[in-house]
Nanobody
Framework: QVQLVESGGGLVQPGGSLRLSCAAS????????LGWYRQAPGKERRFVAH???????NYADSVKGRFTISRDNAKNTVYLHMNNLKPEDTAVYYC?????????WGQGTQVTVSS
């Protein structure tokens, strides 16, 4: 069983930055496939970014060049660095871990981009 706890969300003005964190329990964190997703009000949950155990990354087109996913295996934590935030980035952001063919989700953290 893997437990994920996100933090770092909040209210930020357009053009601002935030760093989301997702701390994971469980062993062998370095082998996890990790991702960030988001869900805006009234919309489906959508892919934002992922990072493999080897450090390869992939991003949704809407966030390329603005968001960066990274991981610290020593801290069992994955991060999402978000720059140049836009109102359309407003959503609940969820962390996802894949281990041994099973999927785990965090509880989400709210990000609101508004002036």
């Amino acid at each position: 069983q893997v437990q994920l706890v996100e933090s770092g969300g909040g209210l930020v003005q357009p053009g601002g930055s935030l760093r989301l964190s997702c701390a994971a329990s469980g062993s062998r964190f370095s082998l996890y496939f990790l991702g960030w997703y988001r869900q805006a009000p009234g919309k489906e949950r959508r892919f934002v970014a992922h990072i493999t155990s080897g450090g390869s990354t992939n991003y949704a087109d809407s966030v390329k060049g603005r968001f960066t996913i990274s991981r610290d295996n020593a801290k069992n934590t994955v991060y999402l660095h978000m720059n140049n935030l836009k109102p359309e980035d407003t959503a609940v952001y969820y962390c996802k871990a894949v281990k041994g063919g099973e999927y785990y989700w965090g509880q989400g953290t709210q990000v609101t981009v508004s002036s």
